[in-house]
């Protein structure tokens, strides 16, 4: 299991001349995702159509459409729009998806020491009484993290021949499937279609950021009318 990588916010608490309670708000934070992508493009010219190849377990899957959407959306902005001819299609895209979940890895971490723990022991009481009480115990135990990964690979339709594959993974705390999906593709898909070689990190911004209402630039203030000379 990969190390987990923690993102820390901190909340200031307000006192005013009453003692006031502040609450803490977390806004959308970026993803940063693990990404490997080989190419040979060569020859592919852009923009370009695609068909979708869809599994038969895939279409069985009723989140699967989650999935294809945002596959498609990021394929979209890299110059890749579905055919709606699939014959005639230049090439052919597979999606793969899968999820996961799972305990931080840690140096001194043994499921037997962390796991919930229930024992029985002989108690005393006032005078000469005397029980058996139940004691419950729960090691603290590295935090969980979220497993999220997304693979992309790209044929010719005419030849066969696969000119791209990518794939990007995520494992932090948990995020929304709407917005870790799409950040992954977007992810896998940074530098099409000649991207870097070897794995890289890719830091991908929260999807709403650019939604996000900017504030207004502050107006000048109306210059003063001058008051009317005194008759």
């Given at each position: 299991m990969p190390q987990l990588k923690t993102t820390v916010v901190r909340c200031a608490a307000v006192l005013g001349s009453a003692l006031a309670l502040a609450g803490c708000a977390v806004g959308p934070t970026a993803i940063t995702s693990d990404v490997q992508s080989y190419s040979s493009m060569q020859g592919v010219t852009l923009p370009a159509t695609y068909r979708l190849e869809v599994l038969p377990s895939q279409a069985q899957q009723a989140s699967f459409a989650q999935i294809?959407?945002?596959?498609?959306?990021?394929?979209?902005?890299?110059?890749?729009?579905?055919?709606?001819?699939?014959?005639?299609?230049?090439?052919?895209?597979?999606?793969?998806?899968?999820?996961?979940?799972?305990?931080?890895?840690?140096?001194?971490?043994?499921?037997?020491?962390?796991?919930?723990?229930?024992?029985?022991?002989?108690?005393?009481?006032?005078?000469?009484?005397?029980?058996?009480?139940?004691?419950?115990?729960?090691?603290?135990?590295?935090?969980?993290?979220?497993?999220?990964?997304?693979?992309?690979?790209?044929?010719d339709q005419q030849t066969q021949r696969i000119v791209y594959e990518t794939s990007a993974q995520y494992d932090e705390v948990r995020v929304d499937d709407s917005t870790i999906w799409p950040a992954l593709f977007d992810a896998a898909l940074t530098g099409f279609p000649f991207p870097p070689s070897g794995p890289r990190q890719v830091t991908t911004p929260p999807k709403d950021a650019a939604a996000q209402p900017q504030a207004p630039a502050p107006q000048a203030a109306p210059a003063a009318t001058p008051a009317p000379a005194a008759q």
């Open positions: 294809e959407a945002a596959a498609e959306a990021a394929l979209e902005k890299v110059g890749l729009k579905r055919d709606v001819r699939p014959d005639l299609a230049r090439l052919v895209v597979q999606v793969g998806a899968s999820a996961g979940e799972g305990r931080a890895s840690h140096p001194t971490w043994d499921p037997y020491y962390y796991g919930p723990r229930f024992g029985w022991g002989l108690g005393y009481g006032g005078g000469w009484y005397s029980g058996w009480n139940m004691h419950w115990m729960m090691m603290d135990a590295p935090p969980r993290v979220y497993l999220r990964a997304v693979k992309l690979v790209l044929r």
